[in-house]
Structure formats: C-alpha cells, structure tokens
C-alpha cells in the first residue's frame, strides 16, 4: 500500500506541477512582449557572440537554427524563461555564462524579431514576465507531436559513447577482477563512480551492451536533429543499415559478456568499432574544416 499511494501522490503531484507550469505562462509571444530597441540591443550581441555558430540570421550552421519551423518546434510551449535561462547559462559555447541576465534577455528579443513577432511597448525584462510568457509557433506552424529533446550528438555523447567506451575498456582491465572504488559504507562517493561498488564489473559490461542495442534505435526517432540543426537523415537506407548494424553490435556485445568471456567481448569490440566507423565515414568525418569549426560540423548528418 505504501508503494501505491507514493505513485499517487507522484502522479497527482505532476498532474499540479503541470497545471502550475500552464497559469504561469499565460501570455505568448505573438502578443508583442518586447521592443524594437530591445531587439536592437539584442541584435549587436548576437552578430559579436552567436552568429559564428548559428549564422548571421538565426539560419544555423555549425549550431542549431535559432529561428523557424524547427527551432519553435523544438522549444513550443515552453516558457520564455526557458530560452532565455540556456542563453545565459551555456552559451556561447566557447564561453558558457559570460552573458549577463540583460544581455541574455536581449538575444531572446531578436530572435523573436527575427522569428516574426511584433514588438510591443515594453521591454521584456523581469523573471516574472518570462515565467509568464509561453513559446508558442503561429496556428499550424509546429506538429502535434513534439521534437525529442536532445539533437543526436547528445544522444550520441549520452548513451552510446560511454557504454561503447566501458565495454572498450575491457581490453585493458579483467571485469572479473575486484575493483577499486566505492564499497558500501564510504561515504562520500563522485556521481561517476558510483556504480563501480555496488555492481560488478560484468553486469556494468551486460548494462553497456543493452543501452547500445537498446537506444540505437532513437537514431531513427521522427523530427530529431544534428548538433548542426540539420534533420537526422531517418529516412536514408543507409542510415537505417546503419542503425540496425549498430543494435546488432549491441546484442553481440551482451551476448558475449553473458558468456563472462573477456576474449569473447574483446573480439566483439571490432564489432562495434566497425558499426561506429561505417556511418563515421559517411555522415560524420567531413574534410574541410575552418579555424572556428576544424572538424567541420557543419557539413554532417548529409552524405
């Protein structure tokens, strides 16, 4: 009965978070929630900070575009606060944070102007309005369904590199071995290493396998884009092929360590490494870098 009644209470707590989060942002951005001189403002900022990666007018390039169809799908009905919380938090990416709170909300500004939203009388400035302001596309301009929320270099970087990289490090060291790391009863303990005291070292290697067999799939998920803000080409055959070989190396990879053979998953690790360097070959290693992109992002995710 405990169990059950903390699950109610957890839905119903969400159900209200969610219906809070809904009062809040009762205003949107057609409603006119900035000023041509904020925009202005914002718009100087930009072209010194942002346009290098996003392009001069919020098209995209080495980043994301930070206007249009994609990026309101991406962001749509979220509060402005949002936008404007990741500006200043982690952009621009060569230097996270440098942005004041003003410079941030100013940005935000001209990527509305730029986007198509009217000015308004007043600056957009203080948290509250931003809290209260949602990012809405016009009638018909995003899809029902929403974009997934990480591009596919996070997913990439979240998921299947790690797990590829725990079950490469078996060339090196024996899971079978005792470890060195956290044991129940020390206190305190890093975020990353956790799991190195509660789990042995062949389950760590079984859990690897099965992220990498089970989220390859999300390669083929619908609206997901590159870190370029290019479409994740999901409907190519090649990319397909790929994605599929890429799951199959994931159930080779736990096949073997099931065995709890550490020759079996060291032969299984060209597997994988293959897996990766066919579609690395394709759609990720691109010639003709520049000084401020030298592995050249902007021309993935195309053949």
């Not at 931003?130 to 990439?156: D, E, R, S, W």
């Not at 990720?284 to 592995?295: A, E, F, L, V």
């Amino acid at each position: 009965m405990r169990f059950r009644c903390a699950g109610v209470l957890g839905g119903s707590l969400a159900l209200w978070l969610v219906a809070v989060a809904a009062a809040q942002a009762q205003r949107t951005i057609a409603e006119g929630v900035y000023t041509d001189a904020q925009a202005a403002r914002g718009q100087a900022i930009y072209e010194k900070q942002c346009a290098a990666c996003h392009g001069a007018t919020l098209a995209g390039g080495l980043a994301p575009p930070l206007a249009g169809a994609g990026f309101l799908r991406a962001w749509d009905a979220r509060p402005l606060i949002d936008l404007v919380d990741k500006i200043q938090q982690t952009m621009p990416a060569t230097s996270p944070g440098s942005l004041s709170r003003a410079e941030a909300t100013d940005v935000a500004a001209h990527m509305l102007k730029v986007g198509g939203f009217k000015a308004g009388g007043s600056d957009l400035r203080s948290d509250d309005t931003l809290k209260a302001v949602a990012l809405v596309a016009p009638a018909g301009g995003t899809p029902a369904i929403p974009a997934p929320p990480g591009n596919l270099a996070q997913v990439m970087r979240g998921i299947l590199f790690p797990s590829s990289n725990l079950i490469f490090n078996v060339q090196n060291q024996d899971p079978g071995q005792q470890k060195m790391g956290w044991q129940p009863g020390d206190t305190p303990f890093g975020w990353a290493d956790w799991g190195a005291g509660i789990y042995s070292g062949w389950e760590l290697v079984d859990y690897a396998a099965i992220a990498i067999a089970e989220s390859a799939p999300l390669l083929l998920t619908p609206g997901r884009r590159c870190e370029n803000g290019r479409p994740v080409p999901i409907d190519r055959p090649d990319w397909i092929q790929f994605t599929r070989e890429m799951a199959d190396a994931g159930r080779a990879a736990y096949r073997a360590s099931q065995s709890r053979n550490r020759d079996a998953v060291i032969e299984v690790t060209n597997v994988i490494a293959d897996a990766c360097l066919r579609c690395h070959e394709v759609y990720r290693d691109k010639p003709g870098g520049t000084n401020i992109d030298p592995s050249n992002k902007a021309a993935r995710c195309v053949p």
